[in-house]
């Protein structure tokens, strides 16, 4: 069964502490891996689509990262406004099918000044 | 987020009646998908849609919940005979294949439906 674990739940940090969210996954025939922000009363908003292993992508103070078991959502030098729920998805099928995505129960990051 | 507009924003239904939750994806989607978080619970798949065909209702209740996107006018996901385990926030997500077939999905800001 297609799955996918965050860890930790919930990280508090101090302002300025870098620090990393994990998230690993099974499924089969993986076609992408997404990263998501949810702010409390708000849709996940999108930022992070990762394709193969190996791959990275940067935007701001997030960096995330594919291997083939795990993504990482490294948050470099954090504010206060990074404060949310990170969550992580996968989507498994067929190409050009487009469909549905798993996702993982979030992590609860609380960035404080 | 602002693209895909989901109405009402919270909806209150007594046991027993009816919920009807709208979704207008952002212009040029056509494809939509309907997504449930229930209370300290991550986001469950319930549906995909294109125009007028039901592709994956894999995550959809077997009784009672139905969801339609019509060739004209919004999504509808509805819920017959609400009960109180029915009460969560619905999110709506639209997105248009990328040109590697894989869709970024954007969601709107849900609906959140209480039975009383």
């Known amino acids: 069964e297609d799955q996918v674990t965050q860890s930790p739940e919930a990280l508090r940090l101090q302002e300025g502490e870098s620090s990393s969210l994990n998230c690993s996954y099974t499924?089969?025939?993986?076609?992408?891996l997404f990263w998501y922000r949810q702010d409390p009363g708000k849709g996940p908003e999108f930022l992070f689509t990762?394709?193969?292993a190996g791959e990275e992508k940067e935007k701001e103070r997030l960096k995330a990262t594919l291997t083939k078991k795990e993504s990482f959502l490294h948050i470099t030098a954090p504010k206060p406004e990074d404060s949310a729920t990170y969550l992580c998805?996968?989507?498994?099928?067929?190409?050009?099918?487009?469909?549905?995505?798993?996702f993982g129960q979030g992590t609860e990051l609380s960035v404080k000044p | 987020n602002a693209g895909v507009m989901q109405n009402p924003r919270h909806l209150v239904r007594r046991r027993g009646q009816e919920a009807r939750l709208r979704c207008s994806p952002m212009?040029?989607?056509?494809?939509v998908y309907w997504y449930r978080q229930l209370p300290e619970e991550g986001l469950k798949f319930m549906v995909y849609?294109?125009?007028?065909?039901?592709?994956?209702e894999s995550g959809m209740p077997k009784e009672r919940f139905s969801a339609e996107f019509p060739k004209e006018g919004p999504s509808i996901l509805r819920i017959q005979q609400v009960v109180r385990g029915d009460s969560a926030a619905y999110f709506c997500?639209?997105?248009?294949?990328?040109?590697?077939?894989?869709?970024?999905?954007?969601f709107g800001q849900g609906t959140r439906l209480t039975v009383v």
């Open positions: 998805a996968v989507q498994a099928g067929g190409y050009n099918q487009g469909g549905k995505l798993i």
């Open positions: 997500a639209s997105s248009l294949l990328s040109g590697t077939g894989l869709p970024e999905a954007f």
């Open positions: 212009k040029g989607h056509s494809h």
């Open positions: 849609l294109q125009k007028e065909n039901i592709i994956d």
């Open positions: 990762l394709y193969s």
């Open positions: 499924v089969s025939g993986l076609r992408g």
